[in-house]
């Protein structure tokens, strides 16, 4: 049997088409399947956690939705052993990404039924796991802006999902002052004086496909790390084009590091976003946590 949670509201409604979808084509080829609507994350995990804990047997969990509601099923998920199918019906989808999963729906449901399970890692901040990044600072503000603006409504609406987050740069710029930050990598100590974002990956990329951790890979047991820091508001601006192909890291400005315990302290305390979702703010501590996830990918030879 399939379990599949729903964020019907993920990606501005489409998380309730592709679900149209994938509904049509397990009852066409007569997959048995149970399903849920959920929304909210509390109303996820408690569902999760109840339907994992019955007597079925439950061959894999299909998520409907985008990172964040990917996050609500990490919880239950964990160590589980019961693999997780990703059908992207979010804005950013970079637990997709990350993982090669196709976004076109027939597809991904090839993966659910034939797909090879993975082990990956997550990253555990306060007992609470993260799949793809951590954002702490500039780059969490950026976020946390667009979703509470008009701006986003606007611009999904009318399919310019990514013009949203250029203009929540702007937005920000006019507010964010960056600072002091202190980071300990496995035990060695680095000072910034004047940080304006970390990103903490377990994938090369976040926010909808910037490659802020080029080398990344999410089944290695550590962590990449990536302060931008000690530059002008306009060095800034000119090094977002050249994170989307990685091509940022070669920057004096721009410190990549690699650990599996990983704390960040900053006298201005800094917001942290976990695959898009408010989860801490600074001190933190983030770790490995080496293959506690399950998910399914494409078969190697083609699905
Ligand atoms: N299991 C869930 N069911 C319903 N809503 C959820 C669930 N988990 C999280 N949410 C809420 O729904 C919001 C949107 O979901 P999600 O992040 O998956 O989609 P998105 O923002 O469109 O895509 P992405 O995160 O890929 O940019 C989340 O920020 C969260 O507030």
Not at 103 to 120: D, I, K
Not at 142 to 148: H, T, W
Not at 153 to 167: E, H
């Amino acid at each position: 049997m399939y379990l599949f949670i729903v964020n019907p509201n993920a990606g501005h409604g489409e998380g309730r088409r592709v679900w149209n979808k994938i509904s049509k084509l397990l009852r066409r080829r007569g997959i048995p399947y149970e399903h849920a609507f959920t929304d909210s994350r509390e109303q996820a995990h408690t569902f999760l956690q109840d339907r994992l804990s019955s007597q079925e047997t439950w061959k894999a969990v299909g998520v409907v939705g985008g990172d964040g509601t990917i996050h609500s099923l990490l919880p239950a998920l964990r160590h589980s052993g019961i693999p997780l199918a990703v059908f992207s019906a979010g804005s950013g989808n970079d637990t997709a990404r990350g993982f090669g999963i196709p976004r076109r729906t027939r597809a991904a449901l090839e993966v659910l039924l034939h797909g090879l399970p993975v082990t990956a890692d997550l990253i555990t901040v306060a007992d609470r796991s993260t799949l793809t990044a951590l954002a702490i600072g500039f780059d969490a503000e950026v976020a946390r802006n667009v979703n509470i603006s008009r701006y986003k409504k606007i611009c999904n609406a009318v399919g310019l999902g990514r013009l949203a987050y250029i203009i929540g740069i702007f937005h920000t710029l006019l507010t964010f002052r960056p600072g002091p930050l202190n980071v300990d990598c496995d035990g060695i100590a680095y000072r910034f004086e004047s940080a304006w974002l970390t990103a903490i990956n377990n994938v090369d990329s976040y926010g909808g496909g910037l490659s802020i951790c080029p080398d990344a890979k999410p089944d290695d047991g550590v962590l990449d790390l990536c302060v931008v820091h000690d530059c002008s508001k306009l060095k800034l601006l000119l090094l977002f084009p050249t994170v989307l192909f990685g091509a940022h890291t070669k920057f004096s400005f721009v410190t990549m590091l690699r650990g599996r315990n990983i704390t960040v302290s900053s006298p201005i305390p800094r917001l942290a976003l976990g695959d898009g979702e408010d989860v801490a703010v600074t001190p933190i501590n983030a770790s490995a946590d080496p293959g506690a996830i399950h998910i399914l990918r494409p078969a190697p030879h083609g699905i």
